[in-house]
Structures are given as C-alpha cells and as structure tokens.
C-alpha cells in the first residue's frame, strides 16, 4: 500500500487496468493509499445466484430503477454512517475522483426510487468489458439487492465478462461472488479489457426480462 497526494482521473483509470484500486482509511482521512488484494472478489457472470424471495422483489416492480440519474447522490449514500457501518473509505478525495470519472462516462450508478425517494443503490467503474463495482446501500430493505440484479443483467446482454466486487462478504457470496488469486485476476481483467462491450449496456438496458430473474434451486 503506497500513501498518494493528488490523483486525476486519467491515472485511476491506469490503475484499475493494473488491478489497482484507491482507499481511505477513515472517511475524513484526506490521504488515498492503493490496494490490490492477493485474493480478489468477483461474481462470475454466469454463476449469479438470486434467491426466490428476492426474484419476487424484483418482478413485483416494487423499485422504480434507473442508472446515472443520481450518481454524486449514490456515492455520498454510500459514504454516510449506516447500521453496522459507522466509518466509510469514500473520503472527499474518493468522491471527486469517482464523480469526474463519472462525467467522463467511466463510472456509473444503478437507482433504486420508492415514492420518489431514493432508496438504495449502487455505483462502479467501467473498463472495456469489466465492471468494477465499489460500493452500495440501502434505505430499504432489498433496495441494494435489487439494484445488483439489473446490474448483472444488463452487464451479460452488454457482452461484459468481469464483474470485480474487490472483496468478498457473506452478503456478496450469497449471490456466487467467489475470491480467486491475483495472478487469476489479472489474466481475467486483462482478458475483459481487450473486448468491448457496450456502453450504454448500463445506462439503458435496464429491464429485467422474466427469464432473467431464475431463483437459485437449493
């Protein structure tokens, strides 16, 4: 982990292509240290697991969804204490960057609205055919969980090949994220960024067909 001063966005996006990405200690840290874990998380695009109950969520229209409606919005949400989560990397250094990759059309949110309100949601950085999620929340329950779901699926109509969650939790492997060594990672992200996949996959694709909501049979 190396300390760093002022990045641009042309240097994070450098470094995600290297595997690379920033974190702040603490929220009102100033300071970004670099990390590239040696096991990496990621949800295999074709292995997604979604629970019947949340399958249900999702098709009763429960959630209006958009994408890059609110993306500076998103990020503070989820940079804001929550239950369980009093302190947050996404420091103001992390939200400059992150908004102006977003104006540059690299980085991207997914919405979740209920009576107008934003309810939850997600954002992530994108690279040829990777997307790399960073962080989300909820307001409401499954709002987050919901989001994920578009997602992924207007990632696999896109042609994406790489869904990098950097670390894995027991909320993301309950939707098949998987940790795989570095040196695996890097094969597969320099694999993604040598493909195209389309652009406006994330910002317009947003529904979610019938077939596309298949519960995992446990």
Known sequence: MHGTNRLTPEILLRAYAEGLFPMAERRNDPLLYW?????????????????RRLARTVRSGLFTVTADRAFADVMTACAAPAPGRPESWINEEILRLYTALHAGGHAHSIECWQDGALAGGLYGVRLGAAFFGESMFSRRRDASKVALVHLVAGLKRGGFTLLDTQFITAHLARFGAIEIPRERYLLKLQDALNREALVGTVRRRLSVQNREVSPERR
């Open 35 to 51: 990390v590239s874990p040696e096991k990496r998380g990621i949800i295999p695009l074709d292995g997604f697991h979604m629970p």
